[in-house]
């Protein structure tokens, strides 16, 4: 199947600094992609659609300003957490559309876990 | 408002036997349907979807079944394995919002050997 991969899986950040995941498309292009962020034993919760060449979209409740959402190329969308607190602490992932011959199906990326200390 | 509940956080089954995981949903928008499977710390991995003009998908042991009147849907694995144990999320799309995914809250399950 199609293959998204994000980078990096682990990282481990000082309070009030920024940190960049980034989510790509291996072996497709992917106009649309998905943000979705995990805290523990609960369900993913979509935080944003990231549209190439566009502005983001985002759910209710999640700050634009503090989750910097980039999708400069067709395989390429990243995450800036800005000035990260401990609350921000999760496991954030991504996923893009791949058209097949069946249709439309998300693929989603490795996940990228995030501590803020 | 959740609009996609899987009501057992847990099950538990014996290798070979059938493993029944329930999904139902609220959003009579919802058209097209996905099971993920989960481990921790890891990326959900696609299983298996369905349309909702179908009521029934088959992937070698993975089979979802769709009640859209009852708005319920059904993902049985037959023959369960230990290595099937992992948290099963479903998912579902409205047919107005690209693709964005409404997730139920997962449910773990256990294979025993």
């Known amino acids: 199947g199609a293959v998204v991969s994000q980078h990096p899986s682990w990282v481990i950040c000082k309070s009030g600094t920024s940190v960049k995941i980034e989510c790509r498309s291996l072996?497709?292009?992917?106009?649309?992609m998905f943000w979705y962020r995990q805290f523990p034993k609960q369900s993913l919760m979509l935080m944003a659609t990231?549209?190439?060449?566009?502005?983001?979209?985002?759910e209710q409740g999640v700050e634009k300003d503090k989750f910097l959402i980039n999708h400069a190329s067709l395989t390429l969308s990243t995450l800036t957490v800005t000035s990260a607190h401990p609350e921000d602490s999760s496991f954030y992932i991504c996923?893009?559309?791949?058209?097949?011959?069946?249709?439309?199906?998300?693929?989603f990326g490795e996940g990228s876990w995030l501590t803020v200390v | 408002d959740q609009q996609v509940k899987q009501n057992s956080p847990s099950l538990s089954v014996q290798e070979g036997r059938i493993s029944i995981l329930n999904c139902d949903y609220t959003?009579?928008?919802?058209?097209?349907f996905l099971w993920y499977k989960k481990y921790p710390a890891e990326g959900p991995t696609f299983l298996i979807s369905?349309?909702?003009?179908?009521d029934k998908n088959e992937d070698g042991r993975f089979t979802v079944f769709l009640n859209k009147s009852a708005k319920h849907l059904s993902l049985h694995i037959v023959p369960s394995q230990p290595g099937d144990s992992a948290v099963y999320f479903c998912?579902?799309?409205?047919?107005?919002?690209?693709?964005?995914?409404?997730f139920g809250g997962g449910t773990r399950l256990m294979v025993k050997p």
């Open positions: 996923s893009a559309r791949y058209r097949d011959v069946s249709g439309n199906t998300i693929y």
């Open positions: 072996d497709f292009q992917a106009t649309t």
């Open positions: 990231s549209n190439e060449g566009s502005k983001a979209t985002y």
């Open positions: 959003n009579s928008m919802f058209d097209y």
């Open positions: 369905i349309s909702s003009i179908k």
């Open positions: 998912a579902a799309r409205p047919n107005n919002a690209g693709n964005m995914l409404t």
